[in-house]
């Protein structure tokens, strides 16, 4: 599957590499949802490509894509404490009570 731009996977999952918590924006996302580190972005994000995740939470919107990977993989409960709690990085996420251990992570392997 060819890659559509649509911004979810920088805004869905939370990635290790970026300490970036689960369902907030990466900060290096564009208003375009283009990477603006694009050259220079972690091996992480080079190494991710698109797949049958990216068409079963296809919607018209970012938002929607965002809710409709969250719900898929049961994450819709903890993103929403990790954006209440107003945790600005993964580490501080993780601490969050009931988080710890349990948010899946793009590309950290513990």
Do not use: W
Not at 48 to 64: N, S
């Amino acid at each position: 599957m060819e890659c559509t731009c649509c911004g979810a996977c920088c805004v869905a999952p939370d990635i290790a590499a970026l300490d970036k918590p689960l369902g907030l924006r990466c900060p290096h996302l564009g208003a375009d949802n283009l990477c603006t580190v694009y050259e220079r972005r972690p091996q992480v994000c080079r190494d991710y490509a698109a797949d049958e995740v990216c068409r079963r939470i296809e919607a018209p919107t970012l938002e929607e894509r965002v809710h409709n990977y969250l719900a898929l993989f049961q994450l819709t409960g903890e993103a929403e404490a990790v954006r209440v709690s107003g945790c600005a990085s993964m580490r501080a996420a993780r601490t969050v009570a009931g988080l710890s251990g349990r948010v899946r992570v793009q590309g950290d392997v513990t």
